[in-house]
C-alpha cells in the first residue's frame, strides 16, 4: 500500500475502559486493555495499534483514554511506537461515554482530513484475523466516502444475549442500510435473529468520515457540539488541561450508539468474520480459549483431575482441583474469584460491591504502577500495611504529609535522599528512618539505580486517600 494511501485513513481508539466484567485479573486502574488477554505476549491496546499499522501512519492514530491511566497508557504506547506523537492521545478527566469521547477525539484532526475515512474502535477487543479485518475496512471506506456512517457487524454463531444486534435492510453493495438496533434481546427472540440470516453482533466498531460525523452530531446532539465547537471550529479552551475539564462538567453523558446510530438514517452496516470477541466475561475467554479434551481452559500453575469445562488461571499460586465442573477460578497475588462459568456477567455486580465497600481490590493489584515506580503491597491488616517500594534512578516521590499515619523506611538497596521537615539526609542499604504523622516528607533516589525500600505504616486510617501533596513533578498537586 503507497504511502499516499495509509495516510488517507484515519484511526481512533477508545481506551477509556474501567474493566469491572474480568475481576480480578482487570481492576479500575488497570482494566482489560492494558492486559495480555489476547493471542500474543502484548496487552490488548498493544495489539489494537499493531493491527491498525500496515494501514495507519502513526500520526493519523489518535487514542482517547482515561486521565487516572496516563502513566501505564503512555507507557505501553511508548514500548509500542517511541515516537509516538503525544498529542494525539486524549485523556479524558471523567467518563462520558463513548458520544463525547469520539467529538472531542474529532476536535483533534486537521480540518483538511475531515474527508478522509474515520475508523473507530475498542481498545480492549480480540480479533483474530488481522489481515482480513483491514479488508472489510477498505470495503467499508467506499461507503463512508459516500456519506455512510458504517457499522461493522460480527456473523453471530449461537444466540447470545450478551450484545446487541444489528438487522440488515437494503443492500448497498457492499454491505446493506440498517433497519435496526436491538440492544441484548432475551434468548428467545436472540435464537430467532440468528435463524433468520439477517442479522449480526453490534462489534462497536464505526467508520465514516469526520465531516459526515460532526453533520450528524449536530442534526442529533446539537448541545454537545456546541460544547466542543464554536463557529465550526474547535474551541480554544480544548488546548489546555483546565478547559478539558471545564468542557466536560457541562456535557451530559450518552453513548455513540443511542445518540446517533440509532437517531441516524444514514447507517450501513458490513458483517464480516475476523475471529472477533469482545473478551466481556470470563466465559467469553473460555469460549474464545483453546480446550483440552475435558473442556477445560487454564493458565499458570494449575493440576486438575476429573474436571471438565472449567476456566482456571492461577497468577502466582499453585491451583488444584478435583471433580470440579462449569466454574470459573481466577487466582491473582491478592483476591481469588470463584464463580458458575454461565454466572460471569454477575462479577460486575460483586465489583460493585466492592467498590461500595471500598475495598483496595477493587482498584489496585497488589503492586501498583506509579510514575516515579511502583509500589507492592506485602501484608496488611487493622492499623497497618507493609510495602516495598521502588523508586526508578533520578525519580522521587511528591513533597507530602500524612494525618492518620506513621512510616518507617527500610532502604533494601540504592541510596536514599530523605527530606524530613526540615532536614535532609541520606540513606544506604540497613538504614532507616521514621515519618510521624503531618510531617512533610519526601523521598528522593539521587543514584543511577533502583532505590528499593520496605516502609511501614501505622495508624488509625490506612489509605491512599491520606496523602495532602505540596510539591509533585507529575502534576498531581
Known amino acids: 500500500m503507497s504511502s499516499k494511501s495509509r495516510k488517507s485513513m484515519i484511526g481512533m481508539i477508545l481506551a477509556g475502559g474501567t474493566g469491572t466484567r474480568l ?48 502513566i501505564e497508557l503512555q507507557r505501553q504506547i511508548e514500548q509500542l511506537i ?3 506523537p503525544h498529542d494525539n492521545i486524549l485523556l479524558e478527566p471523567s467518563s462520558l461515554n463513548t458520544a463525547p469521547a469520539i467529538l472531542w477525539g474529532i476536535t483533534r484532526i486537521p480540518k483538511k482530513n475531515w474527508k478522509e475515512p474515520l475508523v473507530i474502535l475498542p481498545a480492549d477487543h480480540l480479533i483474530q484475523k488481522g489481515k482480513q479485518f483491514l479488508d472489510y475496512l477498505k470495503k467499508g471506506r467506499e461507503l463512508a466516502e459516500k456519506g455512510w456512517i458504517v457499522t461493522f457487524g460480527i456473523q453471530p454463531d449461537r444466540p447470545d444475549t ?47 468520515t469526520p465531516e459526515t460525523l460532526v453533520k450528524e452530531y449536530r442534526k ?21 488541561r483546565e478547559g478539558v475539564a471545564d468542557t466536560f462538567r457541562k456535557v451530559t453523558p450518552d453513548s455513540f450508539d443511542y445518540a446517533i446510530l440509532e437517531q441516524s438514517e444514514k447507517v450501513a452496516v458490513l458483517t464480516m468474520d475476523v475471529g472477533w470477541n469482545d473478551l466481556g466475561s470470563w466465559e467469553s475467554i473460555y469460549q474464545k480459549s483453546a480446550k483440552d479434551p475435558q473442556g477445560n481452559v487454564t493458565r499458570g500453575n494449575v493440576i486438575l483431575q476429573d474436571s471438565e469445562n472449567c476456566l482456571i488461571f492461577s497468577d502466582k499460586r499453585l491451583v488444584t482441583g478435583v471433580g470440579l465442573k462449569n466454574l470459573i477460578i ?25 467498590k461500595q465497600e471500598d475495598r483496595f481490590e477493587y482498584k489496585f493489584h497488589s503492586t501498583v504502577v506509579r510514575p516515579w515506580g511502583k509500589f507492592t503491597v506485602l501484608s496488611e491488616g487493622k492499623g497497618y500495611q507493609i510495602k516495598t517500594i521502588t523508586l526508578l534512578p533520578e525519580k522521587r516521590i511528591s513533597q507530602q504529609r500524612h494525618f492518620h499515619r506513621n512510616e518507617h523506611w527500610v532502604v533494601i538497596s540504592g541510596t536514599a535522599e530523605v527530606t524530613r521537615g526540615d532536614n535532609t539526609f541520606y540513606l544506604s542499604e540497613n538504614e532507616s ?36 501533596r505540596y510539591e509533585d513533578d507529575f502534576g498531581r498537586v
Open 220 to 240: 442529533h446532539c446539537p448541545e454537545m457540539v456546541a460544547a466542543f465547537f464554536q463557529n465550526g471550529t474547535p474551541k480554544k479552551e480544548l488546548q489546555t
Open 162 to 208: 450478551g450484545y446487541g444486534y444489528i438487522k440488515a435492510g437494503k443492500s448497498l453493495k457492499p454491505g446493506h442500510q440498517v433497519e435496526r438496533f436491538t440492544e441484548k434481546p432475551d434468548f428467545k427472540r436472540a435464537k430467532s435473529f440468528v435463524a433468520s440470516g439477517e442479522y449480526s453482533w453490534n462489534a462497536g466498531i464505526f467508520m465514516a
Open 433 to 468: 528512618t521514621y515519618i510521624p504523622k503531618t510531617t512533610i516528607h519526601r523521598l528522593t533516589n539521587p543514584g543511577k539505580v533502583p532505590l528499593e525500600i520496605i516502609e511501614v505504616q501505622m495508624g488509625s486510617f490506612i489509605s491512599e486517600d491520606d496523602i495532602e
Open 330 to 354: 481466577i487466582e491473582t497475588n491478592d483476591a481469588l474469584l470463584a464463580c458458575d462459568l454461565t454466572r460471569s456477567q454477575d462479577v460486575k455486580k460483586l465489583v460493585e460491591t466492592l
Open 82 to 84: 517511541p515516537d509516538y
Open 23 to 70: 475481576w480480578p485479573f482487570s481492576r479500575t486502574m488497570t482494566p482489560k486493555q492494558f492486559l495480555n488477554l489476547g493471542s500474543t505476549h502484548e496487552s490488548l491496546l498493544q495489539e489494537t495499534i499493531r493491527r491498525l499499522s500496515p494501514m495507519f501512519d502513526k500520526d493519523n492514530i489518535y487514542i482517547v483514554g482515561s486521565a487516572a491511566h496516563k
